[in-house]
């Protein structure tokens, strides 16, 4: 147990800057460049190009920032990590020949670039938490909304960025459709928040390094078998069908739009001989008045 400690403990201390940002800073502008019509962008606009790319390595600042009443162009007084961004973008996008790029797309570099991000993830969260307990006692929401911020602004503010490169998806919502990185920014806010608020019975370095490794060794997984599916799909199917009734809402719709559908055919199936009739009828009687004539 002392040895568990001496290491939390040491890991707590780990400064982010200048490894872990600079991977930050790298897999954000990558997943930037890889979102559609992201490179027609890059030679259309730079600075729209720039600027989305900034999105992505500071959204969870800039959000938070907007939520606590603050100036969302703090991040811009941080000319040193801006500068190192700026670097990084230039890099992934208009370096010769796609040579970094390429670089950055070998399976090791880039697992190696997603862990490292994923500790920033876990500093991010705690930094939120810390900062609206600060100003907001025992608001808990606030905690965990700050927290959820900072660990998942740039995934939450997605739809402000697809407009600076000219795209409007709504549906693209994150809040309809969460991502993984969202899902499990929320459940680090929430466990952090309970910490702060002495209601988990564990201490702050062991969480920072529980959770660290849970991001970590998830994240990996993910990425070397190529899944998308989110571990906590299971727990959240459960949770749905338990409290929501997901399964039961979806069978009456259905029936409705096959009884609809097949009414539909019948109508239309009858169109055809009513018509017919109608044409008979009438010669009918055209016959019988010329008859009588």
Known sequence: MESLSELSLQFSQLSMFPLFDAAHYWASVMSAREQPGALDVSKKSPVACWFSAMLYCFGGGILSSIMLAEPPVTFLSNGTNILMASITWYLVYYFPSDLFYNFSCIRPIRVIVAALKEVTRTWKILSGVTQAHSRFQDAWLVMITIGWAKGAGGGLISNFEQLVRGVWKPESNELLKMSYPVKVSLVGAVLFTLQQTQHL????????????????????????????????????????????????????VNEKVTTTSADAKGETSKKPVEKLSAKISKSAQKTEAKKSD
């Open 201 to 252: 019975p564990l201490s702050r370095n062991n969480l920072m390094l529980f959770y660290t490794l849970f991001l970590i060794a998830t994240k990996v997984q993910m990425m070397l078998t190529h899944s998308s599916t989110s571990p906590f799909q299971p727990i959240e199917a459960a949770l749905c069908r338990l409290l929501f009734s997901c399964h039961q809402a979806q069978t009456p």
